[in-house]
Nanobody
Framework: QVQFVESGGGLVQPGGSLRLSCVVSGSSFSLYSVGWYRQAPGKPRELVAVTGTGGGTNYGESVKGRFTISRNNAQNTVYLQMNSLKPEDTAVYYC????????WGQGTQVTVSS
């Protein structure tokens, strides 16, 4: 099984920044696209950023210009740099394979509050 382990979340004030990390094990990381998702209480899981096998990126409109996804295939790690954070960014953030997700991990909590 491919396993995705998220870390780096925490409590930050509006306008602040966080950098999330996702370490992948059990597979050749470079062979597939990886996305960052988030899920807020009472809301469906939302795809916010994707990095393709060649390093190309795509973003949801709500985070475009504020978040940056990147990957380091040698380290089996994908990152999400989050800047200019807003309270509505508060959610549990997950990473997973695209388009065929593996089992979902525990995610990492991001809380944006003053």
């Amino acid at each position: 099984q491919v396993q995705f382990v998220e870390s780096g979340g925490g409590l930050v004030q509006p306008g602040g920044s966080l950098r999330l990390s996702c370490v992948v094990s059990g597979s050749s990381f470079s062979l597939y696209s990886v996305g960052w998702y988030r899920q807020a209480p009472g809301k469906p899981r939302e795809l916010v950023a994707v990095t393709g096998t060649g390093g190309g990126t795509n973003y949801g409109e709500s985070v475009k210009g504020r978040f940056t996804i990147s990957r380091n295939n040698a380290q089996n790690t994908v990152y999400l740099q989050m800047n200019s954070l807003k309270p509505e960014d508060t959610a549990v953030y997950y990473c997973n394979r695209i388009p065929n997700p593996s089992l979902w991990g525990q995610g990492t909590q991001v809380t944006v509050s003053s």
